[in-house]
């Protein structure tokens, strides 16, 4: 008996051995190390731009002149001869590009001769209500430009004659909230 019981203590004794070598070898496995790695690429098209500038509408013996405009500049150049001239101009803004788009400011620059009886104004649609323009999006807003009828005094011109220029800039961003 003594024979048998050392067997089994040998056999007993393998077992635990292979019992606990697997134990390690899974712990180790479950140790290992894992690594993703990916790449990502977004693409897209900005074109954002003023698209056109038409003179819609003068009064008295106002004079439009020819406005110009670059991709992000609007340049508005009016004659304005006495009290209650005015003209006004609608200016079309387009995204051609497939990534939304928010205007992020207005810049007004006059340039020539400067009188403070000219006034500027924008229409019931101004850029700011166009702020946020999809891809596709059209916004066209109103500018018009006023000599008033209370210009009189020191705000009166001393030339029979205004010409002044403004010019325009808008800047959009990227709209992340769309």
Request: hydrophobic share 35%; with cysteine; glycine share 10%.
């Amino acid at each position: 008996m003594s024979g048998e019981r050392k067997s089994r203590n040998v056999i007993i004794g393998m077992l635990c051995a292979i019992i606990l070598m697997m134990g390690v070898g899974f712990a180790a496995s479950l140790s290992s190390i894992l690594k993703i790695n990916g790449n990502a690429e977004i693409t897209g098209t900005w074109n954002v731009k003023i698209t056109g500038i038409t003179s819609t509408d003068t009064t008295g013996k106002a004079s439009a002149g020819s406005p110009s405009f670059t991709a992000t500049t609007a340049t508005f150049n009016t004659t304005l001869v006495e009290p209650g001239d005015s003209a006004t101009y609608q200016v079309t803004v387009r995204n051609d590009g497939n990534i939304p788009a928010l205007l992020d400011d207005v810049q007004e620059v006059l340039t020539g001769a400067s009188n403070d009886a000219i006034v500027y104004s924008y229409g019931e649609s101004n850029p700011e209500d166009g702020a946020k323009l999809g891809a596709g999006q059209t916004h066209t807003f109103e500018v018009t430009v006023t000599y008033p009828d209370t210009a009189v005094g020191e705000n009166a011109p001393t030339e029979g004659e205004l010409t002044n220029n403004l010019t325009l800039t808008l800047t959009y961003v990227q709209d992340t909230t769309a």
